[in-house]
């Protein structure tokens, strides 16, 4: 029996050296993980900007624009004729935009327009679970949408290492932000100095945008149908469209999700009193110099189609009415 008391006592005794060595081992790296995570923080973005810029002057928007980067690209709120604001993002799927609307419930004191992509991926996909999942930790972060409990989608250092430690350097030493969009939200990235090469990057984004199933169909379906419901609540009006693409892009598309995708569109935006639907997918007025790659428009293009949007928005006002 004091064998055993004793056995007990060493490994007591050791178990706590370990402890205590693992501490001194660990606090340091905790501190500088901490460290690197409010610096990662601070660094300006395009999800902090529009969230602040929301918490600010939601109540002032009267067209509000959502999606992912088709609509990031095409529709500059500076050539539509209502204060507007390009809330959309890279891979913003539907169920993100509908959480950036209920946010800011009780907020859109003067919205009367909201305009949504949908496009010939959007039904078909969802951003936690596509190639660009990490991009839900910004929503987690800046957003303070919180979709996940997963640790790597609510902490910045979950990014890679080389990543980050390039948007330090960037930030703190060469005074560069991350910031990539206008003071009204749209992206400033794609412009027709940096033209891409449209065949490859429209056989590109034909198969990547392409679905291996129709396992989301129905949830982003639902998704489009409680954005609809919100809006008519509030008396807001819906415009969904299908982006204008090259054509290296539309005749490389499976011909059964692009009718899916259109019929139901179609169908949705018949089937209430608030909504209009526009497929602008081959649109004969948006020529080869208006594209940045084959599925998004360039500055040009850009310019083009915002214009457009308020013939659109027209449209939407005179064609339909709630009673």
Known sequence: MPDRRRILFIFSSEMNKFYKCLTIFSLPILIVSLCFELLLREIPNNYKYKSNYLDENSKNITVLILGSSHAFAELNPAYIKYSSFNASNFSQSLEFDFK???KYDGKW???KYIIVPV??????????????SWRVRNYNIYYGIHTSCNIYDNIEISNNLPANLLRINNFYLRQMSDITCSTSGWALTYSSKNKQDLLKSGKEAAERHSAK???YFNRN???LKSIIEYAKGKKVK????????????????????LKNTINTATKIANSYCNTVYFNLL???IFKKDDFFDADHLNEVGSKKFSIKMNNL???AEKSKSCR
Do not use: M, R
């Open 238 to 257: 819906i415009i969904f469209y299908t982006s204008p693409a090259y054509t290296t892009y539309v005749e490389n598309l499976n011909p059964d999700q």
């Open 213 to 215: 199933n129709n396992q």
């Open 313 to 315: 928005i027209d449209i």
């Open 119 to 132: 496009d010939y991926f959007s039904l078909y996909s969802t951003l936690e679970n596509g190639i660009e």
């Open 221 to 223: 379906v639902q998704v």
């Open 109 to 111: 004191n003067n919205l």
């Open 100 to 102: 950036i609307l209920k």
């Open 282 to 284: 081959t649109d004969s």
